[in-house]
């Protein structure tokens, strides 16, 4: 079993920046790809960003390409989102997610252990 913990989401103003931070236990998490999705209210969930397991390779989705960052600190067992020019459009819950691959992978689906979630509201 793995679990996977979030936090770091709250409140920004439009144009301000937050970090998301995902700390996993329970396998070996250096081994594994780490990705980001978001769900808006009443929108499906959205693929955010996602890397491989040494973090060497990373993959975003074009609504936050240029202004998101992942990365991984395998030592702490961490994968951060560095959330940059923040628009309202970015409010959703984020979630983590752990896929048993090493490769980078986009498909909700294929992902094996979820967090649950970390609110992020962008005011105008």
């Known amino acids: 079993q793995v679990q996977l913990v979030e936090s770091g989401g709250g409140l920004a103003q439009a144009g301000g920046s937050l970090t998301l931070s995902c700390a996993a236990s329970?396998?070996?998490?250096?081994?594994?790809?780490m990705g980001w999705f978001r769900q808006a209210p009443g929108k499906k969930r959205e693929f955010v960003a996602a890397?491989?397991?040494?973090?060497?390779?990373?993959y975003y989705g074009d609504s936050v390409k240029g202004r998101f960052i992942i990365s991984r600190d395998n030592a702490k067992n961490t994968v951060y989102l560095q959330m940059n020019s923040l628009k309202p459009e970015d409010t959703a819950v984020y979630y983590c997610?752990?896929?048993?691959?090493?490769?980078?992978?986009?498909?909700?689906?294929?992902?094996?252990?979820w967090g649950q979630g970390t609110q992020v509201t962008v005011s105008s």
């Open positions: 890397l491989r397991y040494r973090g060497r390779s990373t």
């Open positions: 329970g396998r070996t998490f250096s081994n594994y790809g």
């Open positions: 997610a752990l896929v048993l691959s090493s490769w980078i992978v986009t498909t909700e689906r294929e992902y094996d252990y």
